[in-house]
């Protein structure tokens, strides 16, 4: 899939990952509809943006995904100004394990979310033009984090959900790829400097940190390059990507 005037709406797109996955489409000629709730980091991003790109090829919308109302606007105003959409990035996550309810919520609540709202617009079975979603899980979609088990619960639930999409998109024919990327620890400001994030599991931060020290650490443009294969490469389909330093693979599950 050439990128090349191509639409893209991708969330929590101010910062880190998704910084990084919204410059890589841009480098690659797509138009971006960058939500993020931070409207500070975003206006800061879109001057750089802007310099960089030109005035018309992005879009900030201030966008808080645990709100169905504020998604529903903000991918009606990418329609009504790029003129459609053909790739989602469902990207907005945090670890809070005190906070679990709003873990669930941004990490999967969300990501169905925005996954249906952009089939709306993508499906070709009603008027769309087919496209491409990618959904930020993580390693801990796959295996479990220890300090971590509500984050580990919603990582597995976008895995999950991401290719079951893909197979009832392959039977329906909707016209829309579906692809999970599941980096390990990458170097952003979601990583926790202290254990106040895990809640009960407190003690297991420093394991965590253990497990960090020995996988290493990704940077957001090695995500961002694997992000851009799973959009480009049209036969990659229902397919789960792992990324760890040095590893690159694409994950096979047990079929019945
Ligand atoms: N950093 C890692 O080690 C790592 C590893 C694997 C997967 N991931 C996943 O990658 C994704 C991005 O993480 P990151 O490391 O770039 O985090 P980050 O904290 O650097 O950036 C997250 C972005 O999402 C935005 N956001 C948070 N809540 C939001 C909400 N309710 N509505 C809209 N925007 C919201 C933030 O404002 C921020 O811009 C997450 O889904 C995360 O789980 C991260
Ligand atoms: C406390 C830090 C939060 C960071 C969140 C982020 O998403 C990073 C996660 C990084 C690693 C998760 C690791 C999980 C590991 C396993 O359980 C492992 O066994 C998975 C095996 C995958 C494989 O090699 O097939």
């Known amino acids: 899939m050439a990128l090349r005037n191509k639409v893209a709406l991708v969330t929590g797109a101010a910062m880190g990952i998704g910084r990084g996955i919204t410059e890589i489409l841009l480098q690659h000629g797509a138009k971006v509809a960058l939500l993020d709730v931070n ?58 394990e005190s906070a679990w309810e709003k873990t669930v919520s941004i990490n999967l609540v ?33 295996g479990p984090l220890l300090s971590s088990p509500v984050y580990t619960a919603t990582k597995n639930g976008v895995v999950g959900f991401t290719r079951a999409m893909a197979a009832a998109s392959i039977a329906s024919g909707y016209g829309v790829r579906f692809n999970v990327l599941c ?58 990507l792992l990324v760890m330093p040095k590893v690159k693979k694409y994950v096979t599950f047990p079929s019945l």
């Open 39 to 96: 409207e500070t980091a975003a206006r800061g991003l879109m001057e750089v943006l802007k310099k960089q790109f030109g005035q018309e090829r992005s879009l900030f919308l201030k966008c808080n995904v645990e709100s169905e109302e504020q998604m529903k606007a903000a991918f009606q105003k990418t329609v009504e100004v790029f003129g459609g959409i053909d790739i989602l990035c469902n990207n907005a996550g945090i670890v809070n």
């Open 110 to 142: 969300a990501v169905i979310r925005g996954t249906y709202l952009a089939l709306e617009h993508m499906n070709k079975l009603t008027q769309g033009q087919g496209g491409v979603i990618v959904n930020i899980a993580s390693m801990a979609g796959i």
């Open 183 to 240: 980096p390990s620890f990458v170097k952003t400001g979601l990583i926790p400097s202290t254990s106040s994030n895990m809640g009960q599991f407190s003690h297991l931060f420093d394991a965590a940190n253990q497990l960090m020290e020995k996988i290493g650490i990704l940077t957001v443009p090695e995500v961002a390059e694997c992000f851009l294969e799973l959009v480009t490469d049209e036969t990659k389909n229902g397919e789960a």
